[in-house]
């Protein structure tokens, strides 16, 4: 009962903050590409440089296959939900620690930190949803009524990046080796995730040492399967479509969302000590 | 009688100082304290005593503090550098939580522990107004109403639209005040932040506090400013080691404040001294009348010498003030120590100096010679003066002209006939 009573209470404090997370997202978009000659361009030449190179290793030089599409516009799809993803748990672990000063000198709930580190790359990504248009009229393809679920898997990607930015966020305050971690997390969770290859290739199961491992299915606990497979079939029409996999990549996502919470909760009593 | 807004009843806040030597301690620490932890309770539990209390790793930043704030009052809360006062400020505005006792708010709560928090370089003083308001709390139609007047408060007009990176520091400062100063809470924390800009934008400052005081408001002040706390807080309680030391009308608690910092102001030093000269022990004993501050230096001599015994005195911003000397200045006033320990008492004009705290540093050298011993900003000393009779007010250290008051001699004022 009372824990419910202190959830009420938060969501409360949290919504009378709203305006502050608006202004501290707005801040660091508005800050983002300050001082650059490009600007807002790097938020379009980072996925496509990517893709490039993917193209002619991946695609070229190893012949991954691409779900019988052109490589290019098949994998800059899967990179671009891949970058949010990836933009989003960077910016949300180490947002507690680059607001130190706020967090040690004015109260309000802390949670919007982490909040406001996933909601600033979605401005990237608006930027990368563009060049996405661009390229399907490039290659003419035209999405199917599926389009309408691409933003849920979107928005699936935005759980997952909080669910794992808020743990993140609140270790790295305490842990610096946290953030050192990082890049070699990202780089591994992208080779565990259907970014230069299609989910298809993982087989459905292996025998290791005499125990069948049901590999596609565990190899769907990786909630970035079921967003990267799903927008590619909501946009492109290719790939496996939500099934199984989606369906635990969400709980997988709740799952890591609520004990995220609770873990955050705990440690941000004492943050300002701690940090 | 009105109704009681803040309650605080029993607070304590522990910091394991252990820990926060190392300001970041790394996992492979935390692993190797955790695996050590068990072992060490098992340890205490055979020695007999498990009181965390005893144990020098903790601090006990407040200890069982208790009290209560009512609506509309003006509380200051003053005390020594590290006597809890800004753990209590962040307790109140629950920046952190105390370890123990309870904190009840009643009402919209503001906290300034300092001014601009939030301000981010790149963005205008427009973008920072609006930013600065979201993070104190502000809500953006409020902002926007009381937009003109924060410009115009911070007198900025020209610059709205300049990113504050190319802002003076003293327009930074004013409209980080600016901003801070349009806040509209029920209830203000504030921590110092009177300290800023030139003397005309601190009159500014202290007027504006003085209105917010008037509209019924609850203030609690924590500040250095002596001066300041009696004219705006109507009460005050003195923090000492964590804990209540004194609680009452401002005047009285300030006074009990200056006398006791003044008489307490001792230093210790535990060894390994140098070898010749060394200073051991010091003590300020008095605040004598409001011309002079008497010194007890301790010197352990390790043969008959002739040294000279050196003040360096700072403000408590850590600004130079001056220096003082026994033997540098004039040879014949150089200390003569025996072997073992020597007193030396001597007293230091305060006259010229401002209100305020002020730090000194002590220096045993030969002059020109050699350096014997050296010990940095080891006692602190407080100058507080009542205005003299007939005059208007008293030079503060905290106004920015400066800790020294000069002389002006010689003034002649005579009639001017028609030509120049």
Known sequence: MRRWSWLSLDLRELWSHRELLYFLTWREIRIRYAQTILGAMWAVLQPLLNTIVFTIFFGQLAGIPSDGLPYPIWSYCGLLPWMYFAQSLHMATNSLVANQNLITKVYFPRILVPMSG?????????????????????????????????????????????????????LNAMYRDVRHTLPFLVQFWMFVSPVVYPASQVPLSKIVWGVELPLRGLYGLNPMVGVIEGFRWAVLGTGLGPGIALWTSVATTLLLLIGGSLYF?????????TI | MSESVIQVEGVSKIYHIGARLRRFPSLRDRIMEGLAAPLNHLRRFASGRDNREDDDTVLWALKDVSFEVRRGEVLGLIGMNGAGKSTLLKVLSKITEPTGGRVRVRGRLASLLEIGTGFHPELTGRENIYLNGAILGMKRAEVARKFDEIVAFAEIERFVDTPVKRYSSGMYMRLAFSVAAHLDPEILLVDEVLAVGDSRFQKKCLGKMGDVQKTGRTIVFVSHNMS???????????????????????????TAYLAESAGRARFERTGPFPKRVAIVAARVTSTDGSDAV??????????????????????????PVGFASLGTFEPDQMVHVMPGENEVQFS??????????????LDVTHPGVEYFDRV??????????????????????????GAVQLSLRGAQVRRCQNEK
């Open chain 1, 118 to 170: 996933v909601f600033v790359p979605l401005a990237d990504m608006a930027f990368g949803l563009l060049v996405l248009i661009g390229m399907m009229v490039r290659y003419s393809i035209a999405p199917g009524t599926a389009l309408i679920y691409a933003p849920l898997f979107l928005l699936l990607a935005l759980s997952l990046a909080l669910a794992v930015g808020l743990w993140l966020s609140a």
């Open chain 1, 265 to 273: 909760h705990r440690t941000e009593r004492t943050l300002a000590d």
């Open chain 2, 228 to 254: 300041a706390v009696q004219a705006l807080c109507g009460r005050a309680l003195l923090l000492r080691a964590g804990r209540i030391a004194l609680s009452g009308p401002s005047d009285s608690v300030v």
């Open chain 2, 294 to 319: 008497v010194f007890r230096v301790f010197l352990r001599s390790d043969a008959r010498r002739h040294c000279s015994l050196d003040l360096r005195i700072l403000d408590i911003r850590g600004t």
């Open chain 2, 348 to 361: 230091l004009v305060v006259e010229r100096l401002g209100v305020g705290d002020y730090l000194v540093s």
């Open chain 2, 376 to 401: 940095e900003n080891c006692l602190s000393f407080s100058v507080a003066r009542p205005p003299r009779d007939g005059a208007i007010r008293v030079l503060e250290q905290a106004w920015g002209y």
